[in-house]
């Protein structure tokens, strides 16, 4: 089974958008991308906007490709109802429409669905909460709805284990951390070799503060402690900020401590780190 993160905020614009690949099934989850509309009260720089529209091309290639699609929530740095085209006639495993969702997802997803079966060759739709599949040798094992983050303002998302008979990934879409136990029991009871995890939403103190910022450090150190992992790659809402290593260096230390690596998903696919939100201000200012 082969990993492949294809647009992170670590690439330069805000995406989750992976690739999993295995000799039979190709996997695409929350295939696409955006931009943050504000940072420090500027609109996306045009080196931002570019970024984004390249990872958009690589995003449609693989997913173009893809066998099985995963999106977990309804937020459009995880979906995209404006290309709906490039799921035409695959299996599409989505979050619940109606169920352990905010209005404002409800909305969006009730528009997905349309796009999705307005297609001449439409996907075959199937709802995933709390949900196993088998593809082949390939068992994609959901959980049951957590929290966006620290409550239920932003919603609900799907976290998804990956099985293949030999080793196990886990993506945690957006928990913000893993900071409720639900959202990290998952994580641990599904004995990863490998997770993707959005961490903790540091950018923002005043709405993710150092309390959860605590509770966060405590779950991934469970989560070293307790299971088989290899590799953690911490991004997405993390990467947002350019001193995310030193905001959570006793993770850093607890992994070192277990012979865990750590990592974004930038230096995980072997690239240079590109934080071009975290960076808007000096962009605008060559």
Request: net charge neutral; hydrophobic share 35%.
């Amino acid at each position: 089974m082969k990993i492949r993160p294809i647009a992170f905020d670590s690439f330069g614009a805000r995406s989750m958008c992976t690739v999993i690949e295995t000799k039979d099934l190709k996997i695409v989850i929350d295939p696409s991308v955006a931009l943050g509309p504000k940072r420090y009260g500027l609109p996306p720089h045009e080196i931002e906007i570019k970024r984004k529209e390249e990872l958009w091309q690589k995003i449609k290639s693989e997913t173009l490709k893809a066998d099985v699609v995963i999106v977990t929530h309804y937020h459009y740095d995880h979906h995209n109802p404006n290309e709906p085209e490039i799921l035409a006639g695959k299996t599409v495993l989505l979050k619940h429409p109606k169920s352990a969702i905010n209005k404002s997802q409800m909305g969006r997803s009730a528009y997905f669905l349309q796009r999705l079966n307005e297609l001449k060759n439409p996907p075959k739709i199937e709802f995933a909460d709390s949900r196993t599949f088998e593809f082949g040798e390939i068992q994609i094992t959901f959980s049951k709805p957590v929290f966006h983050g620290k409550d239920n303002r932003l919603g609900y998302v799907l976290e998804v284990c990956v099985d293949d008979g030999k080793n196990r990934f886990v993506y945690t879409s957006d928990v913000e951390g893993a900071i409720h136990d639900d959202q990290i029991a998952f994580i641990i009871e599904s004995d990863p070799d490998l997770v993707f995890i959005d961490g903790p939403m540091t950018y923002q103190p005043r709405i993710f503060g150092s309390k959860l910022l605590e509770k966060s450090i405590e779950s991934i150190s469970r989560l070293i402690e307790r299971t088989r992992v290899k590799e953690i790659v911490l991004d997405h809402h993390l990467t947002r900020d350019l001193k995310w290593r030193t905001k959570i260096d006793p993770i850093f230390k607890k992994a070192e401590e277990h012979g865990v690596k750590v990592k974004s998903a930038a230096e995980f696919g072997g690239l240079k780190e590109e934080l071009l939100e975290a960076k808007r201000k000096e962009l605008y200012c060559h």
